[in-house]
T-cell receptor, first 113, second 110 residues
Framework: DGGITQSPKYLFRKEGQNVTLSCEQNLNHDAMYWYRQDPGQGLRLIYYSQIVNDFQKGDIAEGYSVSREKKESFPLTVTSAQKNPTAFYLC????????????FGDGTRLSIL | GESVGLHLPTLSVQEGDNSIINCAYSNSASDYFIWYKQESGKGPQFIIDIRSNMDKRQGQRVTVLLNKTVKHLSLQIAATQPGDSAVYFCAEQGAQKLVFGQGTRLTINP
């Protein structure tokens, strides 16, 4: 089945540690996105990529980094510079061009030890 | 800047009744809107979308209405079922990103 796979489902970070969240899609979508969701809140855009080897900052990029070396993969690193990383992280993808909805994975919940 | 908001943070309905969830947007140039359903611990699931050249679109038990004059859209769920319990988000697809509202939590009473 085609879809978006995020891993791990739960992740714990120690102080001063960088952690990387995985997002893989087999939908052949050009564009991929990372969102952060805090309890009782909507989604806020961290980074997005519309094509391989290119990505742009979203609304809350500070303390995060991404790479897009392959079309199907868009990993997110939460760095030690992100002082409040506890949240639910969602990855999405969509085809480029036209009015097409984004499709989401089932998220990674990151907590601080 | 763009913003998308919802009128009510929570909505409680009786099982079998119709549910109406409202959403307001601020960018009059917006031309594509999406409704998502999010269950606890899961990612948002696409429900239905509508383009600005339409006023109404129907799916299975769901209808989206768009009023461009007052920049308002609504999601109607017919014969609400327990499985409809979730948080519902409207979103506006801009040139490069989605802008989400805060969400409405729909609770179904037996």
């Amino acid at each position: 089945d085609g879809g978006i796979t995020q891993s791990p489902k739960y992740l714990f970070r120690k102080e001063g540690q960088n952690v990387t969240l995985s997002c893989e899609q087999n939908l052949n979508h050009d564009a991929m996105y990372w969102y952060r969701q805090d309890p009782g809140q909507g989604l806020r855009l961290i980074y997005y990529s519309q094509i391989v080897n290119d990505f742009q900052k979203g609304d809350i990029a500070e303390g995060y980094s991404v790479s897009r070396e392959k079309k199907e993969s868009f990993p997110l690193t939460v760095t030690s510079a992100q002082k409040n990383p506890t949240a639910f992280y969602l990855c999405a993808s969509r085809p480029s061009g036209g009015s097409q909805p984004q499709h989401f994975g089932d998220g990674t919940r990151l907590s601080i030890l | 800047g763009e913003s998308v908001g919802l009128h009510l943070p929570t909505l409680s309905v009786q099982e079998g009744d119709n549910s109406i969830i409202n959403c307001a947007y601020s960018n009059s140039a917006s031309d594509y809107f999406i409704w998502y359903k999010q269950e606890s611990g899961k990612g948002p699931q696409f429900i239905i979308d509508i383009r600005s050249n339409m006023d109404k679109r129907q799916g299975q038990r769901v209808t989206v209405l768009l009023n461009k004059t007052v920049k308002h859209l609504s999601l109607q769920i017919a014969a609400t079922q327990p499985g409809d319990s979730a948080v519902y988000f409207c979103a506006e697809q801009g040139a490069q990103k989605l802008v989400f509202g805060q969400g409405t939590r729909l609770t179904i009473n037996p």
